[in-house]
């Protein structure tokens, strides 16, 4: 009896100790997987973060194109065939055959400065965009032909009035200047193909619209241009400090040029000499000079003004 007693009271110890041992287990276990949980969690959010910063870094390596852009082959062939005012085109070193030559050859034909450069300068304006090595500035609109604003000019029956400008850089004093000149009655504005602002998203939004309204004409040498307008009959008329006369004591009516030098040096040595008269603008403060697009807006204003008293 006593040895079955010892039996019975051994298994139940047993079965106790299994219970307990089991019950441990469990509670470790429940104890155990909130934290589990919790790195599944932080694994699965590090991803999704990750994710973001990739997505996020591709659109950053792909922005959009300035509106004064085109890229590829295609793009700017098409352009070219249009007859859109285009600026300048760059093509990447070596490419030379199939539709790039044709590029080469429909540019040449229009006047349009062409650079060859390094791969990498067209990649970093175009942004992550496949390119195929060409890139346009364009203009926002077509440029004219000078044969063209003066044809124009003779068909209304009015003498021309043209206002060029030497080698100017800051696309504001160009928009400034278009905008006078579209209220002054300017028929054509003149600006060199190199070494000067072009026309672009700012000058047209600096000019307030005027920019579709007075044509602009790209030239080559400033100087041939205007012996060449001379021999047409124009009078040539420049801005300077050094000027003779001033500016309202001069004849500014009949065919007539004016022209505004840059912002920094003014009127180039060759254009002066091409100048049949200079005028200055008398000033008494301690500032020696005026911005480009002031000097200009005050000439042209002044021709009108002669022009109209000319009429009555």
């Known amino acids: 009896m006593r040895n079955d007693n010892k039996k019975e009271t051994t298994r ?8 307990n041992t089991r019950s441990g287990i469990r509670k ?11 790195l599944t969690r932080q694994k699965l959010t590090s991803r999704v973060l990750a994710q973001e910063v990739r997505e996020s870094r591709s659109a950053q390596a792909v922005r959009e194109l300035p509106e004064d852009v085109l890229i590829g082959r295609n793009a700017v062939t ?4 249009a007859g859109r005012g ?42 992550g965009l496949r390119h195929q090595g060409v890139l346009a500035y364009v203009a ?11 044809a124009k000019a003779e068909a209304a029956g009015e003498e021309p009035f043209l206002l060029l400008l030497d080698e100017l850089e800051d696309p504001h004093n160009l928009g400034a200047l278009l905008r006078t000149a579209d209220a002054t009655g300017v028929h054509g504005v003149l600006i060199p193909k190199r070494r000067s602002v072009p026309l672009t998203a700012t ?31 124009f009078w040539v008329a420049g801005a300077d400090m050094d000027g003779q006369q001033n500016y309202y004591e001069a ?25 049949d008269f200079i005028v200055k603008m008398p000033m008494v403060g301690k500032i020696n000079s005026l911005n480009a697009s002031v000097a200009g807006s005050i000439l042209m204003y002044e021709s009108m003004r002669q022009r109209l008293a000319k009429k009555s």
């Not at 926002?140 to 003066?150: G, R």
């Open 251 to 275: 004849d500014l009516t009949g065919p007539l040029v004016l022209v505004v030098g840059s912002e920094g040096k003014g009127m180039g040595r060759l254009t002066k000499e091409q100048c």
């Open 28 to 38: 470790h276990a429940s104890a155990e997987r909130p934290s589990r949980e919790n």
């Open 203 to 233: 000058v047209a939004k600096t000019s307030a619209g005027a920019v579709e309204y007075v044509p602009v004409a790209r030239i080559g040498n400033i100087s041939q241009t205007l012996k060449a307008l001379k021999e047409k009959g």
């Open 86 to 127: 285009i600026n300048k085109i760059l093509l990447a070193d070596g490419d030379r055959e199939g539709q790039v030559s044709e590029i080469v050859a429909l540019a040449k034909e229009r006047g349009i400065v062409l650079q060859f450069v390094e791969r990498g300068k067209i990649e970093s304006v175009a942004g």
């Open 78 to 81: 098409e352009a070219l065939r």
């Open 140 to 150: 926002p609109v077509a440029y004219a032909e000078l044969e063209d604003i003066l």
């Open 12 to 19: 139940d110890k047993r079965r106790d100790n299994q219970k």
